[in-house]
């Protein structure tokens, strides 16, 4: 078995109960087996996908002072703009040769959360020079929150915990939306300065457009690395360590990278969903009895993220005070 399941999640969309449990049931299998699936049959259309092309490469094409005024480095709620070597998903491995355009939860600076300064909490930063910008990434944010809120309930019904669990954790969360520019490996023999060095995600799912420039590849249960190869109109879903936390490994968190490709540009946007960040993370009732006790101690989404931060941006690491 070397090649990743295609799911079509159709069926979750229409009130046939079989329809979902058939859908719970092979997304269980791929989250046990891979850690790692494609869906098709979800309701974001190839018109939103192009515009959102259209824009991230307006976007990146921007002269560098342009796109540093959203820094994300200098943003105390880590939003906006991350220059090429901003983030080292693998430490082990010279830092990715990828830019970033990151957004989450909009939440206005007058909020009492942001006011009170909780960390992650705080407005969007928008590149205001690209007009439209602004609703049709908002737009998108709540449609990707939508489709990830759609997943999480097969996943509820899979691991028989209430339906509507995830949902009622997923209210105000800390989800991010992030565009990705690779910018052309040169040579041959740079493909180990990666575009995205190796590493599980942090939350609970990813959901990933990858555009067709190919590079992404996931880590089998042998421990080799086999291409995700693009495939027109799906995206690539996969377990976070924080699933895996909640499922006690019963849902796997596979390592992944990208090799950038030679030559040309490659352009994918990954939604990280990740619920409220007071959300408890504790293993789950039904995912453990007395032979598989739960491998990991109880923690808060956020608690969680920063920690995770800290180990793949350089400027967080420096002990740096929070930047403005
Ligand atoms: N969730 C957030 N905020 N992510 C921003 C960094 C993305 C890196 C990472 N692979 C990840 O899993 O998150
Ligand atoms: O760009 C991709 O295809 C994958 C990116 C990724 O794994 C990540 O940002 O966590
Ligand atoms: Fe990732």
Request: proline fraction near 8%; charge should be negative.
């Amino acid at each position: 078995m070397n090649s990743l399941p295609i799911i079509d999640i159709s069926p979750l969309y229409n009130a046939d109960e079989a329809g979902h449990l058939a859908v719970a049931e092979a997304i269980d299998r791929a989250c046990r087996e891979w850690g790692f699936f494609y869906i098709k049959g979800h309701p974001i259309s190839a018109e939103r996908i192009a515009t959102l092309t259209d824009h991230a490469k307006r976007f990146f094409a921007l002269p560098a002072d342009e796109k540093l005024k959203i820094d994300i480095t200098k943003s105390r709620h880590h939003r906006g703009y991350g220059a090429v070597a901003t983030e080292q998903l693998d430490p082990s491995q010279p830092c990715d040769l990828k830019e970033t355009f990151d957004m989450g939860f909009h939440m206005p600076a007058d909020h009492p959360e942001v006011l009170a300064g909780k960390p992650l909490r705080g407005p969007n930063r928008h590149p205001l020079q690209i007009e439209g910008w602004t609703e049709l990434m908002e737009g998108h944010y709540r449609d990707m929150q939508d489709l990830a809120c759609t997943l999480l309930r097969a996943i509820a019904l899979a691991l028989g915990i209430e339906r509507d669990f995830f949902d009622k954790r997923f209210v105000e969360p800390i989800s991010v939306f992030r565009m990705i520019h690779y910018p052309p490996r040169q040579t041959a023999t740079s493909a180990d300065q990666q575009g995205a060095g190796a590493h599980t995600d942090y939350g609970c799912v990813t959901l990933l457009y990858q555009d067709q420039a190919g590079g992404l590849q996931v880590q089998n249960v042998k421990g080799e690395w086999i291409d995700a190869p693009p495939i027109e109109g799906t995206y690539v879903v996969n377990i976070g360590d924080m699933m895996a936390r909640w499922s006690n490994d019963r849902y796997k968190s596979t390592p992944h990278r990208v090799i950038s490709p030679l030559g040309v540009d490659r352009y994918s946007m990954p939604f990280f969903a990740e619920p409220h960040p007071d959300t408890e993370i504790a293993c789950l009732p039904g995912c453990y009895d007395e032979t598989t006790p739960p491998k990991y101690p109880s923690t808060t989404c956020s608690r969680y993220m920063l920690s995770r931060f800290a180990e793949t941006y350089a400027y967080r690491r420096q002990g740096e005070a929070e930047p403005v």
